[in-house]
């Protein structure tokens, strides 16, 4: 037999080894050591995310988000990379239209759109079975939470938020004209959370400077989009001009703001503008919930109860 530390041949009786005096039962390999320690510090990464405290920014928060705006700026910078990576903003951007579509009453299937590029998310008639599910569904939640009155204050507003916007289709419509944007703005202030708490990643070394470069190439995307419908005449006029004979979601806006709200004269640059101004609101939400993540928690905790 041969010792597993210096391969050097052993009694099989003996304790330990005469050339290198290592104790054979006592004996650990160091890759599985090395292994031990890696899984029990991603443990600790695991608990110290899970665990609410309030956050803070400091050189560890800073070596995981510098990498992440870095590779958005370079990627952002490389018109070919900008464009295969462009896929995820597609993505963010007609799932925020089913979304909104189905919470309107509108059927709606989000699609890459591989003949124009970018994306579409055609929806049908509107079904008003749809929206009085949603509204049996808020009456479920009323009646679940039926003890809890901070809730129910929380789920009345919403309530009333909703059936603002859907009990008029100019309102749908708008809605589901801007929610494509706002989903991309808020998906991505949530993958700027995760990354900058750690929560909800298998492996945060790693994933953690991804999620950051997500939040920040959708943000930087946003703004640069917005900048140019408001300083370049060509690509504005390159986005009115449309595709598939459809109108495009700002100009949209625009219009219906135009005719139903007449004391708000935004053309598309100006809803542009207010895209800009959007696109870091998102960011300051996720950032105010990581500086008071304690409170935030309490308070989530207690909206959450139905026994109280």
Sequence with gaps: MNCPNCSADRDELAFEC?????????????QFTRKAKLEQARDRLRKAASTPH???IGRTELLI?????VLAVIVYAVPFLRFVFHALITLFHEFGHAVA????????????????????????????????????????????YRRNTRTLIVLGAIFLIWLFFASAEWRRQFVF?????????ILAAIFFYMALAGVGF??????RPLAAFVAFFVTISSIQFARQLRADPD???????????????LESISLDMRIHTPAVN?????????LMVFSIIPFGIALLWYFNRVRAHRLLAELLKTDV
């Design 202 to 207: 298998r492996i945060p070394e790693l994933e």
């Design 177 to 185: 004209s801007a929610a494509g944007h706002a989903t991309e703005l």
């Design 65 to 69: 988000m510098t990498p992440g705006l």
């Design 235 to 249: 690509f504005l006029a390159w986005y009115i001009e449309g595709k598939r004979g459809m109108m495009m979601d």
């Design 101 to 144: 579509g189905w919470l309107l009453g509108y059927p709606s299937i989000p699609a890459f759109d591989f003949a124009y590029g970018g994306g579409v998310t055609p929806h049908g008639e509107f079904r008003l079975s749809i929206v009085l599910a949603i509204a049996g569904g808020f009456a479920w939640a009323a009646y679940l």
């Design 54 to 56: 309030d956050g803070r």
């Design 18 to 30: 005469a050339s290198c005096g290592i104790v054979f039962s006592k004996w650990v390999s160091p």
């Design 266 to 274: 935004l053309d598309v640059p100006g809803v542009a503008g207010w």
